[in-house]
């Protein structure tokens, strides 16, 4: 009989990896929702902006 731990565990790694591919689906959306034009805006702002740098 295996420990109590394993059999625990087990199951539980199971529900999440067949939940697996509908967590991806909703990260996916919301990285496309929100992330991703955050960061296409942030690029947009940032790219105007000119660093010089100096010897002393």
């Not at 991806?24 to 805006?41: A, E, G, K, Y």
Request: charged fraction near 10%; glycine fraction near 4%; include cysteine.
């Amino acid at each position: 009989l295996p420990p109590l731990s394993c059999r625990l565990l087990m199951p539980a790694l199971q529900g999440f990896l067949m939940l697996l591919p509908s967590l991806q689906v909703v990260w996916r959306s919301l990285t496309d929702m929100f992330i991703t034009p955050l960061f296409h805006s942030m690029g947009k702002s940032l790219s105007s902006v000119n660093v010089k740098t100096t010897e002393y």
